[in-house]
């Protein structure tokens, strides 16, 4: 029902950028929070930052001052835009979207992109 594709991961040295992009498609009626996600080699999935519908928004400390998350409601997509990404940033970013499908249902349900990497190396 609902299709979510990351795109803009890659290798980066050290200090620099990556904007991550999420694309949300399928029948639904509309998405309600967005979040990017990641997860390192052997550690449990974590949350970036996530955004709501009407543009409040959450970050990791991690990443609070580096990480910028947006969306764009009209086009159902996400973005992450990453600043001075460092080692520790390396991991596969998995954009998520609690999306609810039918307009006279109160519930949502959650999706997941197949995620891309983030390699910040020198």
């Known amino acids: 029902q609902v299709q979510l594709v990351e795109s803009g991961g890659g290798l980066v040295q050290p200090g620099g950028s990556l904007r991550l992009s999420c694309a949300a498609s399928g029948s639904f009626f509309a998405i309600l929070t967005m979040g990017w996600y990641r997860q390192a080699p052997g550690k449990e999935r974590e949350l970036v930052a996530a955004?709501?519908?009407?543009?409040?928004?959450n970050y990791a400390d991690s990443v609070k001052g580096r990480f910028t998350i947006s969306r764009d409601n009209a086009k159902n997509m996400a973005y992450l835009q990453m600043n001075s990404l460092k080692p520790e940033d390396t991991a596969v970013y998995y954009c998520n979207a609690a999306v609810r499908i039918w307009a006279g249902s109160a519930s949502s349900s959650n999706y997941w992109g197949q995620g891309t990497q983030v390699t910040v190396s020198s």
């Open positions: 955004i709501t519908s009407g543009g409040s928004t």
